[in-house]
């Protein structure tokens, strides 16, 4: 199908939005140790506990449980992920093309020197794993977000996928830089998986050194925070870790390598899986790992479709054409475009800002294709339909934010004209109040508000006041706090942290650092690519 043009529109390489769900995440020490055997190239320490008592005989179902203070009986499990689906029987860590799976077993490998803490969030730790902040602070906490060792019951593994780069099918990805540590199952029975990125080689790794650097990763980290306290779905950043390691990056692929420094980031996620997961399947005929897989993403994250049905893989695809055409909506709202920079990699500007939703669009039709190998001809006509209106779901959600925006009540005769003209001639303009049009924009909009029932200067702008973030994360803000980190300054990093959680309020650090001015002019010609 091709994409709608048309609309306003978002770079995704989508994962799929998963509701909460209530799993219990205990494994055995047996099926570890039958699992990872003496020839496996284990490089990661297993942390010994002194006895294996549950989350649950801890007390952690409980609403109400302390904090734990220690790492000592804090477990993880891979069991739920391993006992349904397929683990590459190949247990040897080298790069290679693998079939029929969707895990490979891969141990992260540790740094070879001093390993410091950058940040942590402590909202992540205390809210989500039930770690009091304090652990942050012991060789235990740094040696399991480095990667240096394991926890009880977590068997690393890394995923395979496929997908596509700038429009072009690229065949086996997969972490190629992550491990999945296993899952955490919390006090309020929320389970979430805990994985690390830039941890070391994997069967995935393609050329890559397996690892990534500091400034990546503090965007990383401040990156999907900001997005967090913006109210945008995403993954979560638990903690920040820098080494002394070299790794050599080309950051503009231009010839010019420079050494940088080595850093992990500890990440969480209701699930990992994403549109590649299914795609590489289909790509390679592998049907009923295909169907296998989907059963499972079906029975795990999405409670409303009966995988008993067998129109569920529909269901399915309705969801996730919905909750994809909210989510591109909700971070076009605040400005987000493929990192919330634009992208030099990107060199054809696919995933400029106008083309956002397009790129939804895209993707989604990648993923019906891989969908269509297990519909019958009626299920294809219907999912074909529900993604004919997708462009009607994103455009319908993108309105209502930005009506929301604007302090708009009910529905009036003209407002997409008046939303569309604000963001085609005013859109990131530094100085909109001297664009020649603007007074008669705001003539237009004056006229608008006076047909708000039932309103006030005053309600309206408490409503506009929550809507319109006061800070989001800019370019030059990122940029900013990674130059003073590679300095080892990471006062800006915590700074930004701290404000980012806040979005919404007037911080006067936050002002005196010039966040809401433009930016300075040093950050003019500001570059970043994809390994940024």
Not at 117 to 139: F, G, M, Q
Request: glycine share 6%.
């Amino acid at each position: 199908m091709t994409p709608r043009s048309g609309f306003p529109s978002c770079c995704l390489t989508p994962r799929l939005q998963t509701p909460q769900l209530l799993l219990c995440c205990v494994t055995c020490h047996a099926v570890l140790c039958s699992l990872v055997q003496p020839g496996l190239e284990a490089r990661a320490r297993l942390v010994h506990l002194p006895s294996n008592r549950s989350n649950q005989e801890q007390g952690y179902c409980e609403t109400e449980a302390r904090l734990a203070s220690s790492l000592d009986f804090w477990t993880l499990s891979s069991e739920n992920l391993m006992a349904v689906l397929p683990v590459d029987p190949v247990k040897e860590n080298y790069v290679r093309k693998v079939k029929n799976c969707i895990f490979s077993i891969a141990f992260p490998t540790p740094f070879k020197s001093r390993v410091r803490l950058v940040a942590v969030s402590k909202e992540v730790l205390e809210d989500i794993l039930d770690l009091d902040l304090s652990v942050s602070e012991t060789d235990a906490f740094i040696q399991l977000v480095s990667g240096e060792k394991i926890v009880f019951g977590s068997i690393p593994l890394t995923h395979r996928y496929g997908g596509h780069q700038f429009g072009i099918w690229a065949d086996q990805l997969g972490d190629g830089r992550a491990h999945l540590l296993g899952i955490y199952r919390n006090r309020q029975g929320e389970k979430w998986e805990l994985q690390l990125k830039g941890s070391g080689k994997t069967p995935y790794s393609r050329n890559g050194d397996g690892r990534a650097v500091l400034r990546s990763s503090v965007r990383e980290f401040l990156c999907s925070e900001a997005m967090h306290y913006l109210g945008i779905p995403t993954s979560r950043a638990a903690s920040l870790v820098v080494s002394d390691d070299e790794v050599w990056r080309d950051q503009f692929y231009n010839g010019n390598i420079v050494k940088e420094r080595g850093a992990v980031v500890l990440r969480v996620a209701k699930s990992w899986f994403r549109i590649g997961s299914l795609e590489i399947l289909a790509h390679y005929g592998e049907l009923d790992l295909l169907r296998s897989l989907l059963d499972f993403i079906i029975q795990e994250h999405f409670p409303s479709v009966n995988v008993q049905e067998p129109n569920r893989y529909v269901d399915f695809f309705s969801i996730v054409v919905s909750e994809t055409a909210q989510l591109i909506a909700l971070w076009m709202s605040v400005g987000f475009a493929h990192d919330f920079v634009p992208n030099t990699s990107d060199d054809e500007r696919r995933y400029k800002i106008g083309n956002q939703a397009n790129i939804g669009m895209f993707n989604l039709n990648k993923l019906l294709q891989a969908l269509n190998l297990l519909l019958d001809r009626g299920q294809k006509h219907l999912a074909a339909q529900i993604l004919e209106e997708y462009p009607i779901l994103y455009y319908t959600r993108f309105t209502e934010l930005f009506k929301a925006k604007l302090g708009l009540l009910g529905e009036r005769k003209g407002d997409g004209d008046l939303i569309a003209f604000l963001l085609h001639q005013f859109w990131a303009l530094k100085m909109i109040s001297k664009h020649q049009l603007f007074p008669a924009w705001v003539s237009q909009y004056l006229l608008r508000l006076k047909s708000n029932i039932n309103d006030s200067d005053s309600e309206r702008r408490k409503r506009m006041t929550t809507v319109n973030p006061k800070y989001v994360l800019k370019n030059w803000m990122a940029e900013s706090a990674v130059q003073k980190a590679e300095r080892n300054d990471f006062s800006e990093v915590h700074l930004l942290q701290q404000i980012l959680q806040h979005p919404f309020q007037k911080h006067s650090a936050a002002e005196k650092a010039g966040y809401s001015s433009p930016p300075p002019a040093w950050a003019e010609g500001l570059r970043v690519s994809c390994s940024s």
